[in-house]
């Protein structure tokens, strides 16, 4: 007979962060049901984080990477630039502004460490358009990409960190499949948590 006072197990699944750094954003809702529960793919959880200023944002992603449970953080954003889901694989080192650097002593480049060309695979298969691209673009996206790269501790195994661009015009029923495809093709890299 099992114990009703008995303590409630951890989920021991590793962690997905998933950031729609836009307040103005729409397509990607992390509840799809009543239950209140964000979706999350086999084998992984997701933790959303809302929107909010950028310093904010950045603050708030890298405390998530300081905890051994998460492994992942995915940013969602919007690219004007091309009409197809991009993956963008690499942050260079500039302020929101654009006139300076970010970060005075931090390197030029971050390049994302999410499994790119699964990723770009697993959206293609599913009839979505897609690409890779190291192009960066002047915005929130790229700014917070390059700080959560460059905040991350040495000696740390890298967790999965990337960024999705959806197209611009995409309908939300898109966006809500592109992204849970690519949470999909990141939680399959994953390795297990501990058990202790």
């Given at each position: 007979?099992?114990?009703?006072?008995?303590?409630?197990?951890?989920?021991?699944?590793?962690?997905?962060?998933?950031?729609?750094?836009?307040?103005?954003?729409?397509?990607w809702d992390p509840i799809e049901d009543?239950?209140?529960?964000?979706?999350?793919?086999?084998?992984?959880?997701?933790?959303?984080?809302?929107?909010?200023?950028?310093?904010?944002?950045?603050?708030?992603?890298?405390?998530?990477?300081?905890?051994?449970?998460?492994?992942?953080?995915?940013?969602?954003?919007?690219?004007?630039?091309?009409?197809?889901?991009?993956?963008?694989?690499?942050?260079?080192?500039?302020?929101?502004?654009?006139?300076?650097?970010?970060?005075?002593?931090?390197?030029?480049?971050?390049?994302?460490?999410?499994?790119?060309?699964?990723?770009?695979?697993?959206?293609?298969?599913?009839?979505?358009?897609?690409?890779?691209?190291?192009?960066?673009?002047?915005?929130?996206?790229?700014?917070?990409?390059?700080?959560?790269?460059?905040?991350?501790?040495?000696?740390?195994?890298?967790?999965?960190?990337?960024?999705?661009?959806?197209?611009?015009?995409?309908?939300?029923e898109a966006v809500q499949r592109g992204?849970?495809?690519?949470?999909?093709?990141?939680?399959?890299?994953?390795?297990?948590?501990?058990?202790?």
């Amino acid at each position: 007979m099992i114990d009703p006072n008995a303590e409630i197990q951890k989920d021991r699944r590793p962690a997905i962060v998933i950031c729609a750094y836009d307040s103005d954003q729409s397509g990607w809702d992390p509840i799809e049901d009543l239950s209140g529960e964000p979706w999350s793919p086999q084998g992984a959880r997701t933790v959303p984080v809302a929107a909010a200023d950028p310093e904010t944002l950045a603050s708030t992603l890298s405390a998530h990477l300081s905890s051994s449970t998460c492994r992942a953080v995915l940013l969602i954003g919007r690219t004007r630039r091309s009409d197809a889901f991009r993956l963008q694989m690499r942050a260079e080192n500039r302020s929101l502004t654009g006139g300076h650097r970010a970060d005075v002593t931090g390197p030029a480049l971050a390049r994302a460490t999410v499994p790119v060309a699964e990723i770009i695979r697993a959206l293609k298969d599913a009839g979505l358009e897609a690409d890779a691209t190291s192009d960066a673009e002047d915005d929130t996206g790229s700014y917070l990409l390059y700080r959560v790269l460059t905040s991350l501790p040495y000696g740390l195994d890298a967790p999965a960190i990337g960024l999705l661009r959806v197209p611009d015009q995409a309908e939300d029923e898109a966006v809500q499949r592109g992204v849970k495809i690519t949470a999909t093709a990141i939680a399959r890299h994953l390795s297990p948590l501990a058990r202790n």
